[in-house]
């Protein structure tokens, strides 16, 4: 029991903190650049060009796509889920926290394997080229793969969240 309470408070924390994220980094792809601060601006691009990640300063259409998901559907989900966690032992989360996850683990695979795989052009904002630049881009979206997968398994096996009804004896 005292490892649930510990996942849920890690779930908590994964669902808060997103909010801020999402909502002053990441719409920054699909926004008008005359809706964000300077300040925002520039620590999108102080992140864009310390982890070489280009995605978030030109993002291709399928990564804008991931993007309009996260704005019109997960947005709305996490400060859902985090109350949930962070009251602990909310049942009724079970079902949307399984949909999050799979949506979100399976946008994480192309996103990943596009890190890995493609070679990203030096201009105008240079992507990874080093394998050591990869890995690093690579572990930065790896949280957002790594805690959907363990809040799926979580739904799917823990006792608290996975209730099954009992059948009567005769």
Not at 133 to 137: A, G, I, T, V, Y
């Given at each position: 029991m005292a490892l649930l309470r510990v996942l849920e408070i890690v779930f908590f924390f994964y669902f808060a903190s997103h909010i801020p994220i999402t909502l002053f980094i990441d719409l920054q792809a699909l926004l008008p650049g005359n809706v964000y601060p300077e300040p925002l601006k520039d620590l999108l691009s102080w992140y864009a060009e310390e982890f070489k990640d280009p995605m978030v300063l030109d993002p291709p259409e399928w990564f804008k796509s991931f993007i309009f998901c996260e704005a019109l559907l997960q947005l709305a989900f996490f400060p859902v889920a985090s109350y949930a966690f962070?009251?602990?032992g909310c049942k009724w989360i079970r079902t949307p926290a399984i949909i999050y996850s799979t949506h979100v683990a399976t946008t994480l695979v192309p996103i990943l394997a596009h890190i890995l795989f493609y070679k990203f052009p030096l201009k105008p904002h240079p992507g990874p080229q080093t394998l050591q630049?990869?890995?690093?881009?690579v572990s930065i979206y790896a949280p957002y793969l790594l805690v959907?997968?363990?809040l799926l398994l979580t739904m799917l096996?823990?006792?608290s969240y996975n209730h099954t009804p009992k059948t009567k004896k005769k």
């Open positions: 962070l009251k602990g630049e990869r890995w690093l881009l959907p997968v363990l096996f823990s006792s």
